[in-house]
């Protein structure tokens, strides 16, 4: 029993520490995460044929400008912005205009949902096309933006280590309590 203690103990320690490194890191690699997947299918779209959404998004661009931008400048127009978005994540400079271009794109990104959900959802089963799929994870880059753009004005994970037996009986930190002594 002294020996499963043991390993217990370390084990705790071995977490605690890396707790310690996730909260000295997550965020910045969160941001960075997130740079390299706008950048990339960014790029992606700079080159026709190549994006599996280029059809759609191209479409969705056209309705969400009235015709304005059609095509390929629809095309170019979404790709210009999911790089610049990319860029901004990955340098960490101009980083909040970074994030209101990607809540803008998101916005964009997502309107498939509502303008074409003939074509997203399989109509007997109303399931998601394997496109309605590439649209719907965006609520975790949507998710992954507002952690990132709340450290505008301060916000910071802050490390009050507890031992490993101690939280596993705990859902998630309360956040909100803490909001409220602020």
């Given at each position: 029993?002294?020996?499963?203690?043991?390993?217990?103990?370390?084990?705790?320690?071995?977490?605690?520490?890396?707790?310690?490194?996730?909260?000295?890191?997550?965020?910045?690699?969160?941001?960075?995460?997130?740079?390299?997947?706008?950048?990339?299918?960014?790029?992606?779209?700079?080159?026709?044929?190549?994006?599996?959404?280029?059809?759609?998004?191209?479409?969705?661009?056209?309705?969400?400008?009235?015709?304005?931008?059609?095509?390929?400048?629809?095309?170019?127009?979404?790709?210009?912005?999911?790089?610049?978005?990319?860029?901004?994540?990955?340098?960490?400079?101009?980083?909040?205009?970074?994030?209101?271009?990607?809540?803008?794109?998101?916005?964009?990104?997502?309107?498939?949902?509502?303008?074409?959900?003939?074509?997203?959802?399989?109509?007997?089963?109303?399931?998601?096309?394997?496109?309605?799929?590439?649209?719907?994870?965006?609520?975790?880059?949507?998710?992954?933006g507002m952690v990132v753009a709340s450290t505008w004005?301060g916000a910071r994970i802050v490390a009050q280590p507890?031992?490993?037996?101690?939280?596993?009986?705990?859902?998630?930190?309360?956040?909100?309590?803490?909001?409220?002594?602020?």
């Open positions: 029993m002294k020996t499963l203690t043991n390993l217990f103990t370390q084990f705790d320690r071995l977490d605690t520490s890396i707790n310690r490194w996730l909260v000295a890191h997550s965020i910045a690699l969160l941001r960075i995460g997130m740079g390299i997947v706008f950048f990339g299918f960014g790029i992606l779209k700079f080159f026709p044929g190549i994006s599996p959404i280029e059809d759609l998004a191209t479409r969705t661009t056209t309705v969400l400008t009235f015709g304005i931008l059609s095509g390929h400048s629809a095309m170019v127009f979404v790709a210009g912005l999911e790089t610049v978005i990319g860029v901004c994540f990955l340098t960490g400079r101009f980083l909040r205009v970074g994030v209101w271009l990607m809540a803008a794109q998101m916005i964009g990104a997502m309107s498939p949902l509502v303008i074409f959900p003939g074509e997203l959802f399989l109509s007997s089963t109303h399931a998601p096309t394997l496109a309605a799929q590439y649209i719907i994870k965006d609520i975790i880059l949507v998710a992954a004005t507890q031992s490993l037996r101690s939280t596993l009986p705990k859902q998630v930190p309360n956040v909100e309590r803490s909001l409220q002594t602020a």
